[in-house]
């Protein structure tokens, strides 16, 4: 497949930092974003540490927890090994509003967990992990995702933390995200999505390497290109990244840094086109060029791919004036080859 070249060009950044942890506990004091996470606390600390019991109930999910999915990523990648201090494996969320739901139900004298659907094992194994980190029982966990599974939306990851967060909420326990990702880290290479907003993040290590603000509100308009992609499969067989090419995500990466805070779509489109582009040599997608013709026809602002999954989208301004006519415009443009997309919308906070 013959790949176009976008003609987006991305300035460096004057400076790699990003927005401070105090950011980061105001986004989870939030009112969009606390509900998700009444019961995870940000606080630094042992990572097996259970913080005290907190005897205030949700106010909002008081029998069950959610986790957002995210579309793909915003940018995946790799950084120079003289600038990342841990593993330099990174990819930057793309928080959207749809949505895995944990309910779980103790059952005393038991440590096991029974999880329906049956097949989600690897959300039992994290709630066993969890029951026994905690000293509580087990009992009933059950799982309903409106995220697919192996397409790259992290349905996964939401699974997993949506599950430690109604076992919070079941013993009235804030538990700390480093706990969470610690036991995560134990199953599989996770996403970031335990996080109030955007973040880069080390999805080998389950680690964060920067809270980078709020998402501005966007809609995805989002191709599915069919069959499944198992997220440990695909971290094992992915090859070596170039030199060149790591400099180039490090680049984007401070990019990204600055453009998200600021709200910067246009910005923010680049750096999705430039990451679709540098991972179709490793992983490609069949509608890119596509994709990438209608993108440009409609002037939006850029595609999106998920890196280990099986989606593609054009992303759009919700908050432009000419969203409802570039929005039509796109549906048309990506009928011939999908004439069933989906609309996504982007978990934006309160800016």
């Avoid at 940018?75 to 793309?94: E, N």
């Avoid at 799982?143 to 349905?155: H, N």
């Avoid at 990851?157 to 610690?182: G, M, N």
């Avoid at 409609?298 to 929005?327: N, W």
Wanted: with cysteine; aromatic share 6%.
């Amino acid at each position: 497949m013959s790949i176009q070249n976008s003609g987006h060009h991305i300035e460096r950044s004057a400076t790699g930092a990003s927005i401070s942890t105090r950011d980061l506990l105001e986004a989870a004091a939030d009112e969009f974003w606390k509900p998700y996470i009444d019961h995870q606390t940000f606080d630094e600390g042992d990572a097996a540490e259970i913080v005290v019991e907190d005897g205030e109930r949700p106010r909002v999910h008081s029998s069950g927890a959610l986790c957002c999915g995210t579309f793909g990523e915003l940018l995946q990648g790799q950084l120079p090994v003289d600038s990342a201090r841990q593993d330099p494996h990174f990819l930057i969320t793309m928080p959207i509003a749809l949505f895995a739901r944990a309910h779980f139900m103790p059952t005393e004298g038991t440590r096991s967990v029974t999880v329906y659907p049956l097949h989600k094992v690897k959300a039992k194994r994290l709630a066993e992990n969890l029951v026994n980190a905690l000293g509580t029982s087990g009992g009933t966990l059950l799982l309903q995702s409106e995220l697919s599974e192996g397409k790259g939306l992290a349905s996964s990851s939401a699974d997993l933390v949506a599950t430690a967060r109604s076992i919070a909420c079941c013993f009235k326990r804030r538990i700390r995200t480093s706990l969470i990702e610690k036991l995560m880290a134990e199953i599989e290479p996770s996403d970031g999505v335990m996080y109030p907003g955007v973040v880069a993040y080390r999805q080998r290590a389950c680690s964060l390497l920067s809270f980078l603000g709020q998402m501005p509100p966007l809609a995805i308009v989002g191709v599915d290109e069919g069959g499944t992609i198992e997220t440990i499969d695909y971290d094992q067989r992915r090859g070596e990244i170039s030199a060149s090419h790591k400099a180039e995500y490090h680049r984007l990466l401070d990019s990204a840094r600055i453009a998200i805070p600021r709200g910067d779509t246009a910005t923010i489109g680049r750096i999705a086109t430039a990451s679709a582009l540098l991972h179709q040599e490793r992983a490609p997608k069949e509608h890119l060029n596509a994709m990438l013709k209608a993108s440009e026809a409609t002037e939006a602002l850029g595609v999106i791919v998920a890196h280990s999954g099986t989606m593609i989208g054009i992303l759009l301004d919700r908050r432009a004036a000419d969203f409802p006519q570039k929005l039509q415009s796109v549906l048309a443009d990506v009928s011939p080859f999908d004439t069933s997309p989906k609309i996504y919308l982007t978990m934006t906070g309160c800016r």
